[in-house]
């Protein structure tokens, strides 16, 4: 059986738990998506994934279900009894086994947990297998819009890898969790992003490219064990975005979008480039917004 195929199998397994999160969900449901027996459903998913079918649907659904007790004031017994748990009290052991703490304390108090966000398996094996970028000498040049924006002072949690100057290396040093950890944080001004800080942000042995998530100044929430809550202050930021793009082509659109900034001339908007200032971000790549990254620049005196 090839690899692809298998990674496929997993990924439509994937799929089919999404949804029917809301539903009680059997191994045999799942074999039958996938085309194999069940207990080769179980293994190959667990083989790929690092966790069983049952451990993977507990996880996401209490991942899910914090997230309704973080934004909302729902009762927890019917937050149990959405995400398929029997009573409130198995619900709340298996809340408080997956993040710490009770879901009535977590209510309370919604400070940073780690989410269980599992990135679609397909997707990770296509983009380790892709190689090269490859770029197209006939490739139409598209459009990358410009526009200034203005942050306020802020805080940003920020978790710090070692050496890594781009995303890749810095998921080689950290793991694929800290999104989740960053997506979970109640106070969050913006989305997460990914950032490369300025020198003097850079505390000695730590990585130039991080991963935070920005927040107003008077936050006072718990911070994570391995993150750090530093200050920012007020910045202007050039914003480039480029054209929607198909999510399987996200490498070549942000190389697009990264071509597009090194042959451009802040001036003509009246700035200069200010890298020491605030740290350059980008947010995550979705197609169908186009990738997103901003610069920091000064006001040309």
Known sequence: MKQVEIVMAVQTMQEYIDAHIYEEITLKQLSNVAGYSSWHASRIFKDIIGRSPFDYIRALRLSKAALVLRDDEYKIIDVALDYVFDTHEGFTRAFSKEFGLSP????????????FMPERVFDTYREFHKGEMNMSENKVT???FVQII???????????GIKAIGYFAYCEEVGSDVWSMLTSVKEAIYEPIGMWLP?????????????????P??????????????????????????????DDDFMDEIGEVWDHIE??????????????VAPRFQLAPMGYRGYIEARPVVSVN
């Open 199 to 215: 020198k003097h942000l850079i505390t000695k042995g730590t990585s130039l490219y991080v991963q935070g998530v920005e927040l």
């Open 263 to 276: 042959k451009f001339d802040p001036t003509i908007y009246g700035y200069n480039w200010a890298p020491e």
């Open 217 to 246: 100044t008077d936050y006072n929430n718990a911070v994570p064990e391995g993150y750090d809550l530093i200050d920012l202050p007020p910045c202007k930021l050039m914003i480039f975005q480029g054209e929607a793009y198909n």
């Open 142 to 144: 598209k459009t990358v």
């Open 150 to 160: 203005e942050r306020p002072a802020r805080k940003v949690l920020l978790k710090r």
């Open 104 to 115: 009535k304390k977590y209510s309370q108090n919604t400070p940073p947990i780690q989410l």
